[in-house]
């Protein structure tokens, strides 16, 4: 085991960047369900072998909670309010298909679910996608790129695309829906100055009260 670790160490970043990439690209291209499982295996190799660190993926030290917490909550349902009133239905008018919930469907009405999905809306959607798509796949496809500007640009497009892949199960509308939604927390990932903490609230908001209009039958 220390053995292929070692090996690990040693291969070039760019060259380790690549093949993550290629294996990745293949992933979606099959619509693998392990996509997201596969970017935090390689984020958590990387940790394990020290090659990056939390402060690195953006937890660094959040000195206003509160106001944090605040901000993401207030973000989350603007993006939610625009979603439901504008972004979705234009999607939906434009495709001629809504988007598949039926995946979540049994929400309605269910506290055990209801409680199921927040619990995995925390854990492995706001926390688990932030991680893999907004820090760890955008920091590594930017770092490719000596210019900043034109690394981050590619790097929001690469990650937009696969984590709007991920999400094809909700069919051609939910995959453009995820588009917009992987586009703004990207944004926000940037301006909050690569801090991974605004943009897993929000995550966790958005879906929170995604999840609680369907199980009281507001929405869709």
Known sequence: MKG?????????????ILLELFILIFLALIRSPVLTFAILFFCALRLYTRNISWE??????????????????LIAILYQAASIFLIVPLIQSVTGSKIDLSQIAALKADWANLAVALLISWTFAAFGEEIAYRSYLFKHVSDL????????????????????????YQGISG???????????????????????LPVIVHGFVDTIGFILIFTGLYP
Do not use: Y
């Open 145 to 168: 790129f000596g210019d900043r500007r034109i690394g981050s640009v590619i790097g929001v497009l690469v990650c937009t695309a696969l984590f709007a892949v991920g999400h094809g």
């Open 4 to 16: 292929l670790l070692l090996r690990f160490q040693n291969i070039h970043p760019t060259v380790w």
């Open 56 to 73: 690195d993926l953006g937890f660094v030290k959040n000195k206003n909670v509160s106001s944090t917490l605040a901000a993401g909550l």
């Open 175 to 197: 995959v453009m829906e995820n588009s917009l939604f992987g586009v703004t927390m990207a944004l926000i990932f940037i301006f909050s100055k690569r801090n991974l903490w």
